[in-house]
């Protein structure tokens, strides 16, 4: 009798896993692809000027690629952190990050290299913590010495600090 309950409890435990692993359209409401998401052309909270083109993160990249021109080099492979593929396109002074999971590919991140371009508040590597507070405000309070947080519509401005100096700058979607 034990044998058969083992034997029962142990069906209905992979009968209940084999349901978790259902085909994903299969769940989604009729009309609700991927392919129906319509690309943002408007960046969400904090934007970037770059050779006179602003952007930000969750915007399409097409219009933007078209703007800034050929990258120096890009790389794409598939997505740890999402579906799809990533893709980041490296410009001078700053590096692009995509991804295609919404089938369209959309920025998830900008990242600024160095202290030839800056946030459209004029910040720049370089610049010490208290200039950031000046120009932003008080950081969130998930701040600390190390870095500066300033969150907006579903996205972060992240200062990155060394020694009291902003040692990096990402954009990023939260």
Known sequence: MKRYMLIALALILVLSLCACGGDPAATEPAGTTNSDVTPSTTPKGYTFTYNGTQFGVDMAVDSVLTKLGEPKDKYTSQSCAFGGEDTVYYY?????????????????SIYLEDDLVSTEKGICIGNTADQVKAAYGEADAASSDSCLIYAKDGMSLRFNLTDGKVSSILYNMV
């Open 92 to 108: 001078s002074s700053i590096q692009i990050s995509t991804n295609n999971e919404q089938g369209y590919e959309r920025i998830y």
